[in-house]
């Protein structure tokens, strides 16, 4: 990724993280059902894929090839009560987080972006690959966050 993309990622988080700061924290703890998560167990678990997506970014960085573990996401995601957790402490933790890996993103060398790793059970995956699900998986759950009816308004 070029300078130019890197900004433009670094803008989009912070542009993020500003609307998600609009939301109050009793809306943002609000289950929509049973077993579903809140909006902060949405983020809590943004937050656990941010973690375990930057040890693989810089493990394969350094390491041609690698196998590294999964992780339970609904396990996570209830082992460390973000439900239970200040709205503004998680958004600012999320952000923080992800102006970090956007650097790290948008600075990987080249010859870096097919290094393989195996997650669990899982067919091998560049780490070009890697970087791409991770951000399409970021927006798929911020989209979870602001529903398409509410964005419109
Ligand atoms: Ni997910």
Known sequence: MNPAGAA???????RIGAQLLSI????ASERPGEGKWSKKEILGHLIDSASNNHQRFVRLLLQKELSLPGYEQEE????Q??????????VALWAGYNLHLAQLIADVPPEALDHECR????????LAQLMEEYLRHLLHHIGQIFPADERAE
């Open 76 to 79: 996570w995601v209830r082992a």
């Open 81 to 90: 009560a973000y439900h239970m957790r200040p709205w503004g402490d998680l």
């Open 24 to 27: 109050p924290d009793e809306i």
């Open 8 to 14: 433009q990622l670094c803008d989009s988080i912070r």
């Open 119 to 126: 997650i669990g059970d899982a067919e091998p995956k560049n």
